[in-house]
């Protein structure tokens, strides 16, 4: 029973692009949540999606935008890329809405130069 | 709105000691609060997690956390820690639908 994957696993780009970075959840899971870490801190909400609608957004700008598909993966996009969005970007998992708890995966690692 | 504090940046103990790391959370109604370890280059792997009941809940690698509301605290512990405990560790506080505020983590060290 596979876990969370993400792809790609590591990710360089320059200023100005766009991103795209890609997560299948656990299997049995259907809400999806992506977590910015930026190096040595905790993980920062970003958005989490449920039946394929954005349901919970953090404190993060418009740049910032995802996608969930029917299948539960999901997507994060993140346009004008800024030096500042260098960071692990963390996808987890979960059955529900009900604080059950987040499997996450192993993350991508993005660098922007 | 809710926050999560760990005091302890770094932390260095000797194998076989035993351990405590600190959180403190900031939560208006009754907190669902997690620990999750990560070893470098990984994603986060749950400890434990506290729902209600029992303020002493038990984890996966012989961890365990107390619950104290009136320091609203939950501290984590391991009576005595094994090399491969070396990590980082994040306490996070669930406010509604499943979001997580995380702390800035304890980076562990263990020496032999």
């Known amino acids: 029973d596979a876990g969370v994957t993400q792809s790609p696993t590591h990710l360089i780009k320059t200023r100005g692009q766009q991103v795209t970075l890609r997560c299948s959840p656990k299997?049995?899971?259907?809400?999806v949540s992506w977590y910015q870490q930026a190096l040595g801190q905790g993980p920062q909400f970003i958005f989490q999606y449920y039946e394929e609608e954005e349901r919970q957004r953090g404190n993060f700008p418009d740049r910032f935008s995802g996608h969930q598909f029917p299948n539960y993966s999901s997507e994060l996009n993140v346009n004008a890329l800024l030096l500042g969005d260098s960071a692990l970007y963390l996808c987890a998992s979960s059955r529900g809405q009900n604080n059950s708890p987040l499997h996450f995966g192993n993350g991508t690692r993005l660098t922007v130069t | 709105a809710q926050s999560v504090t760990q005091p302890d940046i770094h932390i260095t103990v000797s194998e076989g000691a035993s351990l405590e790391l600190r959180c403190n959370y900031s939560?208006?109604?009754?907190?669902?609060l997690f620990w999750y370890v990560q070893s470098p280059g990984q994603g986060l792997q749950l400890l434990l997690k506290y729902f209600s009941g029992d303020t002493l809940v038990q984890g996966i690698k012989g961890f365990e956390a107390e619950f104290k509301r009136s320091q609203s605290s939950f501290n984590l512990r391991k009576r005595s820690v094994h090399w491969s405990d070396a990590a980082e560790y994040f306490c996070?506080?669930?406010?509604?639908?499943?979001?997580?505020?995380f702390g800035t983590g304890t980076q562990l060290k263990v020496e032999l």
């Open positions: 996070a506080v669930a406010g509604g639908g499943n979001k997580l505020t």
């Open positions: 939560y208006g109604a009754t907190p669902y």
């Open positions: 299997s049995g899971h259907d809400t």
